[in-house]
């Protein structure tokens, strides 16, 4: 049956493997977990052997977490012993005699502990201090929190490499890199923590006062407004022009649709009565397309030339937000005024 007897491994071992905490579950294994356990603990055992310690003790560690056994614990704190993880060992040493006192394994029990007090004087051990905490102030250990109630006790850590940082809400970080031998005692003071630098201060940008508005002198418009005027008849002559010329082209136009309706065209063939009114209905409607084209340049010409000239009426306009357009329909030609007074 597995896990029933403790071998004697007497060779030197040199590994880096990582520190992997053993807890005990709380819930029973399924038969897959203690399959896998088995396998995971039976190659931890040949690597051992093999003299792969840093790889065994991560199998042993995990074969413990899927089924929790005294044997597997024994095992787990004798391989980080090997691997000088001193710290470790003596608490899942520890832990198995606890384990094996409650299953009545007095054997187990009495060698674990006695495991335990050897390590004991090689342990090396921590004091972590704080000079002033300040308000929601966090401490850590490699990365794992350090209560407040162990702040300024000495615990018991693996050598090697270890990190302290502390930290709190506005305040500068701090972190101290350290290397601990086997069997030291080490103190670590960490100061007050510093404010943290704001950044800087937004820049304030001050915007000089626009200067008072200035009363503008009315201008003389260089006749601007006589031309405009001028625009303006030139554009109402054209209109009427086109409205005049427009109506005689749909007359003629008419006529020379009679004259064809009554026998004046056979199939495409038409007498020169008819071609002679058609001829008439388009030189009209070119002159009434010419007069009207006229009529909306200079109209649009004369209201530019009055709405934009230096005179106190076109101002007066301007401000009140009024445009002059052209009306052509069939009961008046001429100009109407468009806007808000």
């Given at each position: 049956?597995?896990r ?20 005990r ?26 003299g ?26 004798t ?18 005699a ?13 060698m674990?502990r006695?495991?335990a007090?050897?390590?004991e ?18 401490v850590?250990?490699?990365g794992?929190p350090l209560n ?5 006790a ?9 990190v302290?940082?502390a ?15 086997a ?8 100061p007050?923590?510093a ?9 304030i940008?001050?915007l ?7 009363p503008?002198?009315?201008?003389d ?6 031309f ?5 008849g ?11 010329f ?8 008419n ?10 065209c056979v ?9 002679d ?8 409607g070119?002159v ?9 340049v ?18 007066k ?25």
């Open positions: 049956m597995r029933l007897g403790f071998p004697r491994v007497s060779c030197v071992l040199v590994v880096t493997a990582l520190l992997v905490a053993t807890t579950a709380t819930a029973e294994p399924t038969a897959q977990e203690r399959g896998l356990a088995d396998t995971l603990f039976r190659d931890a055992k040949a690597m051992v052997t093999a792969n310690v840093g790889p065994a003790c991560l199998k042993f560690a995990e074969s413990q977490r899927l089924d929790p056994q005294v044997g597997t614990l024994l095992y787990l704190a391989c980080h012993q090997q691997e000088g993880k001193t710290a470790s060992a003596w608490v899942e040493f520890n832990d198995a606890h384990a094996a006192h409650a299953a009545g394994q007095a054997d187990r029990e009495t674990a006695s495991r007090v050897a390590l004087p090689k342990l090396s051990h921590l004091t972590v201090r704080i000079a002033k905490a300040v308000d929601a102030q966090a850590k250990v490699d794992l407040t109630s162990a702040w300024g000495s615990f018991p850590v693996d050598p090697g490499k270890h302290v940082e930290s709190a809400p506005a305040r500068t970080s701090w972190r101290k890199d350290m290397v601990l031998d069997g030291s005692q080490t103190v670590i003071d960490i007050e923590l404010p943290a630098d704001p950044g800087p201060k937004p820049a940008v001050v000089p006062s626009p200067a008072p508005e200035q503008v002198a009315p201008q418009d260089g006749g601007r407004r006589t405009g005027f001028v625009a303006l030139i554009g109402g002559a054209g209109l009427v022009t086109g409205s005049i427009g109506v005689l082209a749909l007359d003629a136009k006529q020379a649709a009679k004259l064809g309706d009554g026998g004046g199939g495409n063939r038409c007498t020169q009565a008819v071609l009114k058609e001829g008439n209905a388009r030189t009209m070119w009434s397309t010419a007069g009207f084209g006229l009529g909306v200079g109209a649009g010409v004369g209201a530019w030339l009055l709405l934009t000239s230096g005179g106190k009426e076109p101002a306009a301007a401000r009140s937000g009024v445009s002059f357009a052209p009306v052509v329909n069939a009961h008046d030609v001429g100009m109407t005024a468009v806007g808000s007074f």
